[in-house]
């Protein structure tokens, strides 16, 4: 069973710089995503088309993103290696390597989600390799190009973020994140990230309460976290 730890902004719609805001009390996420567009991605690079498409995760090409601390400075935990999940049908290999999964336009609800992936004593791996998709704020995929989808390398510390937007609703599914983890040289993990108070949860067949992100609303929107646990060799 994975655990949680305090963590980082899950925002509302907004154009203006996000800011380390002090944690409150978890809550339900607001199941019903912003109307307004989302302002332009902190860095998104261009996707490219898949070329030999394979499930074989690229090598780092830039240094990772996530570099300052959290907010909440807290010993990591851990608990048993993280669920695996179905990858499901709509995985697409070779995606761009970001952190930022937004696109100018984009409506929905803004999500920050950051993290660790650990190994099962608890000790951070650097240079992991994540993989995210996902539905849209109004629950399509986007099977013919990368829109919800990037990869992205932990940093020296096992630190990941990923900005998005809250996954919208579709049948059969409660609001999700699909996601493959891999430690350097290590096994793929394949697994999903769910949120806390959905009511879709109880009727999702695939559904799994370990696998649940810590969330907390502020005045500014929304955190989340969710370490991962893995067997690195």
């Excluded at 059969?172 to 959905?198: C, D, M, N």
Aim: glycine letters at 8%.
């Amino acid at each position: 069973m994975t655990t949680v730890m305090a963590g980082w902004l899950l925002t509302a719609c907004s154009s203006t710089p996000i800011e380390p805001l002090a944690p409150t009390a978890p809550a339900a996420v607001d199941a019903a995503p912003t109307g307004a567009p989302i302002g332009a991605p902190t860095s998104t690079p261009a996707p490219t088309p898949p070329n030999n498409p394979t499930s074989t995760p690229p090598a780092p090409t830039s240094t990772p993103a996530p570099t300052e601390p959290p907010a909440t400075v807290v010993a990591l935990k851990c608990d048993g290696l993280t669920p695996e999940q179905t990858e499901g049908p709509y995985y697409t290999p070779n995606t761009p390597e970001r952190t930022s999964l937004i696109e100018a336009g984009m409506t929905g609800t803004k999500l920050i989600l950051t993290g660790y992936v650990l190994d099962a004593n608890c000790r951070p791996i650097a240079n992991a390799w994540l993989d995210f998709w996902q539905a849209d704020a109004v629950g399509e995929y986007d099977n013919a190009g990368y829109v919800m989808r990037g990869h992205q390398f932990t940093d020296a510390d096992g630190r990941y973020q990923l900005e998005t937007v809250l996954p919208g609703l579709y049948p059969g599914r409660t609001r999700h994140i699909h996601v493959k983890v891999q430690a350097p040289g290590g096994p793929v993990l394949t697994s999903q990230i769910y949120f806390p108070g959905e009511a879709a949860n109880a009727g999702d067949q695939i559904f799994d309460p370990a696998l649940i992100a810590e969330v907390e609303t502020t005045a500014d929107g929304l955190r989340g976290t969710f370490n991962f646990v893995i067997n690195p060799k």
